[in-house]
Nanobody, 124 residues
Framework: QVTLVESGGGLVQAGGSLRLSCALSGRSPISYAMGWFRQAPGKDREIVAAISWSHGTTYIADSVKGRFTISRDNAKNTVNLQMNSLKPEDTAVYYC?????????????????WGRGTQVTVSS
């Protein structure tokens, strides 16, 4: 059984930075794709970034490109989302997800495992 636990959310002023981490336990992550999604009130869940653990291939959504980066820490079995130049429209609950795949996965429905989410609030 795979368990994902997010950390690092909080309240930040516009222009600030936050770093989210997602710890995967229960399996070796080598054959997994992992992603960060977000969901704002009244909106659909959308992908923010994704990474293929085996190859390190990444995907960044256009809405955050140039501001957010995704990376993995092999020693800690964590995936990190570095968020810079945050805007009020980045406010949402951020979720970590994982699924078995050797390539990057961008689609919400293809992810099998989900964390409980962490709130990110950006004040103007």
């Amino acid at each position: 059984q795979v368990t994902l636990v997010e950390s690092g959310g909080g309240l930040v002023q516009a222009g600030g930075s936050l770093r989210l981490s997602c710890a995967l336990s229960g399996r070796s992550p080598i054959s997994y794709a992992m992603g960060w999604f977000r969901q704002a009130p009244g909106k659909d869940r959308e992908i923010v970034a994704a990474i293929s653990w085996s190859h390190g291939t990444t995907y960044i959504a256009d809405s955050v490109k140039g501001r957010f980066t995704i990376s993995r820490d092999n020693a800690k079995n964590t995936v990190n989302l570095q968020m810079n130049s945050l805007k009020p429209e980045d406010t949402a609950v951020y979720y970590c997800a994982a699924t078995v795949s050797w390539t990057v996965v961008r689609t919400t429905s293809e992810y099998r495992y989900w964390g409980r989410g962490t709130q990110v609030t950006v004040s103007s």
